[in-house]
């Protein structure tokens, strides 16, 4: 008898139990103060004490309810939690997205975490630890934040679209984007950068702005927020056809995508460093 795929349904259940208490710790370690605070890639691109333990937690946590799944984690790889997988499913999880807003004790940082189905994302939960807010979404289930169907903007105009965006952390990635920046910034409405990938493309999805796009993100920055803008009705791409990747996310609705993806690709977004 082969194992049983579980239902999006059933795996989102998991994942919103799992990152509620995972942002309860990011929450109460915030409260008790930031500590361990080390870099990673650059000096600029900060890793915390909780981000660390609140991995532990929720891959602890994962463990228990679904001991042969494998897991990719932020801070610890695929290494740490990684069972046999039998079943096909791999978690995706991102403890802190947002750890500089955390550092800072600006409220704008989430848990995410996505289901993974032989390499399809099926189900994703985004929770913002400072406030809350969750955003929901399994495939073909539709996108919510906190029980309400969320269905994105309905902006048609590019140059009437508030649209976010990020930043890396290497200098030289940065001196790029502000180029791109530069050249988008008079087609649109104006842009918002909040610092936080998940959240944003949960903001998008549920119309706070009408679209986003960043350059060097990772996996667990945008599995499960990504799944979000897409049950939301939105497009989430990458350029010229590629899928979301590390080169280049775009999420916006389908009016918005084309004249936001056509401006991204005369302005070299996916290039540089």
Sequence with gaps: MGVRTPAPDELLRIAVEVARDAATTARRMRADGVSGVATKSTATDVVTAADRAVERQAVAALRERRPDDRILGEEYG???????????VRWILDPIDGTVNYLYGIPQYAVSLA?????????????NAATGDEWTATLGGGAWRDGRRITGSVEVDLGQALVATGFGYDAARRIHQAGVLAGLISQVRDVRRFGAAALDLCLAAEGTVDAYFEKGLNHWDHAAGGLVAAEAGLRVAGLAGAPPSPMMVVAAPPALFGPLHDRLVRLDAAGGP
């Design 115 to 127: 289901a993974e189905v032989d390499g399809v994302v099926v189900a994703g939960v985004v929770r």
């Design 78 to 88: 695929a290494a740490e939690g990684a069972g046999s997988g039998a079943g096909g």
